[in-house]
């Protein structure tokens, strides 16, 4: 495991939905980070996790959050969190990427 990453030196890598990519930051058995870059006008559509909580911080951008049939609008510095087999989704509905710190934590 590094003990030190530089983001601005990995390359993007496609997500499993088109408009979203990211970069490995940290993997473990229990938990992950990574940091996501969404281009305008895209959606990760809703979807659940029965073993694991999300997380994420907004970076930069205004994405959009569905957690649990409830709507959140973002802003940089806000963090949202997404429970374990809660229903959620991303978009981003603007004319600007969003970066955002995504995060999970297996359930023990």
């Known amino acids: 495991m590094e003990n030190k990453v530089k983001p601005g030196e ?3 890598i496609s ?4 408009g979203f ?11 992950t980070v990574k940091l996501v870059k969404v281009d305008p006008f895209v959606s990760y559509p ?5 073993d694991k909580t999300e997380y994420a911080w907004v970076i930069s951008g205004n994405p959009e ?9 973002g802003e940089p510095g806000d963090f949202f969190i997404f ?16 970066l955002l ?7 023990e």
């Open 10 to 12: 990995m390359e993007w």
């Open 15 to 18: 997500g499993k939905v088109k």
């Open 21 to 31: 990519q990211g970069k490995d930051l940290f993997k473990a058995d229990k938990g």
């Open 46 to 50: 809703e979807h659940v996790h029965p």
């Open 65 to 73: 959050f569905e957690i649990d049939n409830r709507h959140f609008s």
């Open 83 to 98: 429970p374990i087999a809660k229903r959620h989704a991303i978009q981003n509905k603007t004319d600007k990427d969003c």
């Open 101 to 107: 710190l995504i995060g999970a934590i297996k359930k």
